[in-house]
């Protein structure tokens, strides 16, 4: 009998029955941990939720709608006041060398993710150093009432009052389901921090090891309920320079590469081993306003920044033909999008003059602080941040540039300690709340996802009232005054509403760039 060449061998299996191969990433910047209820920024949803975890109900961006997740079925209550969840039966968490489960999910977990962010007796309550962010900014423990285990796979969620968001609100990373079992043995072993760092879910993938500014490498989780991945293993390189990224791509060290510059999508287009992925994001770049520091608590001279800046000349240097223009929070083709509203216009000599009447006609000196590398919603931040400075300095506003490694940046951003900061935002569906709620209302002040640090009682009702009712058309009319105020208000200087691209090598196959900014790559193969 012959044997065939290895050759043959590759020609003649079919693709099944190859050998699968590693799947690198080349990722912009570092995670801020790996205990995704911490932290609010998408890098390190992407690195934690999005590959090593899974929630009761999952987001189909390209269905455009929710689809099960670790809740096989559920059901509301008629009053809207109760969600009853039927577990999958074939989830289970992941094996490694530091934790071995002894059963598969069940109700126990789904009620322990819960208590632990919103119950403060519990044991895990205080072990997030900086709260619960996104859990607070969504108001989670004003809507909760009670997390109650009606069997080892059903769990009901009973609400103080309805709100037409909390479905879509549990696609979110932070309401990924974590083990009890895990956390029972870390609380045991006084070894908390550890959840940060050795994470435990259900999701496609296992973390191996994470080496700052250098590598995240993953495994696949043979026993993930839908399925084990087709790549041997998952690794993201974190590559901050997006030309390095183009570069890294082209000689086939990385197989996809995200967060591309407007020139390396033309690269990349020209190039016939790579192929460029496309979608509009649900996002929206901006600079926020600190309105608890003078002088951004006048809204007279956040509207001046608003007529000072040239716009138009900032989005063709920046994002080429990768976005459009940002006037209000979210992107325009979202509904409730209020189109009456007209933007602030390039118009220096008007700000002056409301520099004049809000008390500054020499101007003031004022810092604005930027990330060092690009990124999907700021391609170029040192561009960007210069073009403002010029223009400011035509008002006579001193602009100071300070640049922030991305983690440290998010972290006192939070803390509200900027005066203005270039920051983005990214939806997690298509619902007009995952920006109004997280971005300007009360309760996201205290968990730092509002940059503008503005709690205003009539738009905290708008946005709250707006949560309550199912009413298609009542929501959309409470959205669009609430639209109206922050316009008016100046809160931010909107800047983009961009393109989500992806670049890849053109052996890739099974994934597509989703327009909320989350990946999955549990179907990617490398051929």
Not at 111 to 128: H, I, Q, S, V
Not at 171 to 193: D, N, P, R, V, W
Not at 505 to 526: C, I, L, T
Request: glycine share 6%; aromatic share 10%.
């Amino acid at each position: 009998m012959k044997v065939l060449s290895a050759a043959l061998l590759a020609a003649w299996l079919p693709l099944g029955a190859m050998a699968a191969k590693p799947l690198t990433i080349c990722t912009d910047a570092n995670p801020e941990g790996f205990d995704v209820v911490q932290y609010n920024s998408l890098v390190t949803t992407n690195a934690s939720a999005d590959v090593l975890m899974s929630r009761l109900v999952e987001y189909d961006a390209a269905a455009g709608k929710l689809r099960p997740g670790l809740a096989r079925s559920w059901e509301a209550s008629p009053d809207g006041l109760s969600y009853t969840f039927h577990l999958r039966p074939d989830a289970v968490f992941h094996s490694t060398d530091y934790f071995k489960p002894t059963r598969k999910l069940n109700a126990d977990d789904v009620a322990f993710t819960f208590d632990r962010m919103l119950n403060p007796d519990n044991p895990w309550y205080k072990t997030a150093p900086a709260g619960y962010p996104h859990a607070q900014a969504m108001q989670f423990p004003k809507l909760i009432k009670a997390v109650r285990k009606l069997d080892a796979q059903t769990v009901r969620f009973e609400l103080n009052y309805p709100e037409a968001t909390f479905l879509s609100s549990l696609t979110m990373g932070f309401a990924s389901i974590y083990s009890a079992e895990y956390a029972a043995q870390l609380l045991a072993a006084g070894k908390t921090a550890e959840l940060n760092s050795k994470p435990i879910g259900t999701g496609p993938f296992i973390l191996k090891s994470f080496v700052k500014d250098a590598l995240v490498r993953y495994q696949p989780n043979p026993a993930y309920f839908g399925g084990k991945p087709k790549v041997s293993a998952l690794i993201y390189a974190i590559t901050p320079d997006s030309s390095v990224r183009l570069q890294k791509l082209r000689a086939g060290e990385c197989q996809i590469a995200l967060s591309p510059k407007p020139q390396d999508v033309q690269s990349a287009q020209a190039d016939a081993r790579l192929r460029v992925w496309q979608a509009p994001a649900f996002m929206t770049a901006f600079v926020a306003f600190n309105s608890q520091k003078k002088p951004l608590d006048n809204p007279q001279v956040r509207q001046a920044i608003n007529l000072a800046f040239d716009k138009a000349s900032y989005l063709k240097a920046v994002f080429g033909n990768g976005a459009i223009a940002a006037n209000l929070v979210y992107p325009p083709n979202t509904w409730s999008y209020d189109k009456t509203i007209k933007p602030y216009p390039y118009d220096p000599a008007r700000a002056k003059k409301l520099l004049a009447q809000a008390g500054y006609p020499d101007g003031f000196d004022v810092d604005v602080w930027v990330r060092p590398s690009g990124s999907t919603l700021n391609p170029s931040p040192k561009a960007g941040a210069e073009m403002l400075q010029a223009d400011l300095a035509k008002v006579g506003i001193r602009l100071r540039i300070q640049v922030l490694e991305w983690g440290e940046l998010i972290k006192r951003g939070k803390a509200g300690e900027h005066q203005m900061l270039f920051m983005g935002w990214a939806g997690d569906n298509g619902d007009p709340d995952n920006f109004l709620t997280p971005q300007f209302s009360c309760s996201a002040v205290q968990s730092g996802t509002n940059f503008a640090r503005y709690c205003d009682a009539r738009l905290d009702k708008l946005i709250s009232d707006g949560k309550k009712t199912a009413d298609f058309k009542a929501r959309s009319k409470l959205y669009q005054s609430a639209q109206r105020l922050i316009h008016d208000q100046a809160l931010w200087l909107p800047l983009a509403h961009p393109t989500a691209y992806v670049l890849a090598r053109k052996e890739v196959n099974g994934f597509a760039v989703n327009p909320y900014g989350r990946v999955d790559f549990s179907a990617a193969a490398v051929k």
